[in-house]
């Protein structure tokens, strides 16, 4: 089973910008749909974007389409997530998992996720 790593959090001002990475290792990355999700504190995890395996395909939900931006290397096992225009209400715990047909369902174990805090 592949092994995933998020990093690249931080807190940052409304309109700022983060660029998140997933790291994996072992498993099939190259051959996975990805997807990242968030968690807000008192919220249930939420689908965020998504990419097929070969990059032709991304998903994204409404609140973050023309922010955010996913993007995978598969040389190099890595997936990412770049955020603009941050707002208050992207804050929050980010994870990346596999998403088998991105129909935004995580289906792989969750790691500890990348905190994200957005300040107004």
């Known amino acids: 089973q592949v092994q995933l790593v998020e990093s690249g959090g931080g807190s940052v001002q409304a309109g700022g910008s983060l660029r998140l990475s997933c790291a994996a290792s072992g498993g099939t990355f190259w051959k996975s749909d990805m997807g990242w999700f968030r968690q807000a504190l008192g919220k249930e995890r939420e689908f965020v974007a998504g990419i097929t395996w070969h990059g032709g395909s991304t998903r994204y939900i409404d609140d973050v389409k023309g922010r955010f931006t996913i993007s995978r290397d598969n040389r190099n096992n890595i997936m990412y997530l770049q955020m603009n225009s941050l707002k208050p209400e992207d804050t929050g715990v980010y994870y990346c998992?596999?998403?088998?047909?991105?129909?935004?369902?995580?289906?792989?174990?969750w790691g500890q996720g990348t905190q994200v805090t957005v300040s107004s």
């Open positions: 998992n596999p998403d088998p047909g991105l129909r935004a369902v995580g289906v792989g174990s």
